[in-house]
Structures are given as C-alpha cells and as structure tokens.
C-alpha cells in the first residue's frame, strides 16, 4: 500500500512538471525541482526558492484562466441540463476579482506546487455548488460526487494527508446528518434539510479528515444562523420556510481546509529551519 501512494504522489508531480516543461520550453532545470519534490536529494535552497517562484507564479496565471472559464462554463450548463433550470450568469468581473484575489492568497501562503492544484480543483467544484444552491436552491450530484471522490484523493497526494481519516469522516458526517435530520423532521412533522446538503457535507468531509468534522458543523451551523437571521431581518421578522444551506457549508469547508493546509506549511517550514 505504502509502494501505491508513492508511486501515485511520484506519477502526479511528474506529470505537473512535464507540463509546465512544455509550457515553458524546457528552460528551466525540472531536474532540480524533482529532486526537492521527491526528496531524491538536497539541493540549493537559493536556486530552488527562485524556481519555485517562478513555477508557481506560472501555474497560478493558467489555473487562474481556467478556473474563470470551467467556472462560467458549470453555471451555464449544469442548471439547464441536470436540473431543468435557467442557465445563471456571473459577471465576468465579479468572478475575475475573486479568483485573482485567490490567487494572490495562494502565492503569498504556499511554495508547494501541488497543493495550489489541489486548492484550485477544491474551489472549482465549490464555487459553482455555492452559486448554483444560492441561486435556485440545489445541490446537483454532477458537481458533488466529484468532490466527494476528489477529497478522498487529496489524502493520498497531500503532506499532511490521511486516507483512513477522510474516510470515517465521509461516513460519520453523512450518518450523523441523516439521522439527526430524520429525527427532527419526525418531531416538527416538516422537511428540515436537503439531501444534497447531506452529500455535500460528506464530499467536504473528505477534504478535511475526521479530526476537523466537529469544528467544521459547527462553523458550518454558525453561519446557518447568520445567513438565516439576516434574511428574516430583511423578510421584516416574516416567516421564513427554508435558506440555501449549501453556502454556509463551502465557507465552513473552506476556513477549515485553508486552515489545516497553512498550518502543515507554518510547521514545516519550521522543521525545516
């Protein structure tokens, strides 16, 4: 087993540097970043530090192109095609100003190439979920299957990554949530939450690993409350039915995620020095 994720974390680095070999016609040593990566052998931090910048400034500006445009692309078809709705539109600007400040928060927090990958394919499949759920109030399976599976193959590829964890975590975040919900629903006699929150739940879950789980439902229940007290105030104290639980997941998803990823950075690097 230990031989599969070596070889699966080797495959996947090689892979990335081959096409940024591509991209940049081969004039920068690969071979020097490889053997950091992969721990081969040592070699000189002042050269390495200046190659790194500039892979990751490089990989950052074409994720960053992509991202806007799978983006569009996802809320323009998913609705119509898998859920019978009207297509959505997002200003080009809107979503311009937030990938790029995105961007700019990866390149100042992270020098590993791989995990601002990670991130990005994260935020491309939570980013359409959050508008889609706060638009017309869905969660569709196309997007949260692949999250959920996505997850589970982050552990393996990532430093700080558990396999075992991520899978308690899918499996105990969707029972807890089933449960509680159908034993509330059978008190109040009324619908309490979606099953696609459910899904989405376990899909984060997968990211974050079982020791995160409490925290995030909770900050995800946290900002429930807020999203719902804001719009009763607004409503003007009218009854409200139901709100878009999705959003408060993804922000609660993504707090955590962000956090736990830095926090491996922060220690590292002092391990390091």
Known sequence: MNFFFEYTNYI??????????????????????????????????????????????????VLLIFSHFITKALLFHIPKKYLEEKNIYIKNS???????????????????????????????????????????????????????????????????GNIVSAIYAVILSFTVMVVMTTLIEKIKKRPQMGRGDFKLIAACAAWLGVLQLPYFLALSALFGLMQYSIVYLKNKHKSIVSIPFGPAIIISASFWLYLSLINHSLALQLFIS
Do not use: C, H, M
Not at 13 to 41: D, G, H, I, K, V
Not at 107 to 133: G, R, S
């Open 12 to 61: 996947i680095n090689e892979l990335l540097f081959n096409y940024l070999e591509r991209l940049l016609n081969a004039t920068l040593p690969l071979e020097l970043l490889s053997q950091y990566f992969l721990n081969r052998q040592s070699v000189s931090s002042v050269n390495l530090n200046y190659y790194i910048d500039i892979y990751e400034f490089i990989l950052v500006f």
């Open 94 to 160: 809107i979503l311009l100003v937030f990938n790029i400040s995105f961007s700019l928060i990866l390149i100042l927090t992270f020098n590993n190439l791989l995990i601002i990958f990670l991130l990005f394919v994260f935020l491309n499949l939570v980013i359409p979920l959050f508008i889609i759920d706060l638009k017309i109030g869905y969660l569709p399976d196309v997007l949260t299957y692949p999250l959920l599976w996505l997850g589970l193959l982050s552990q393996i590829w990532r430093p700080n």
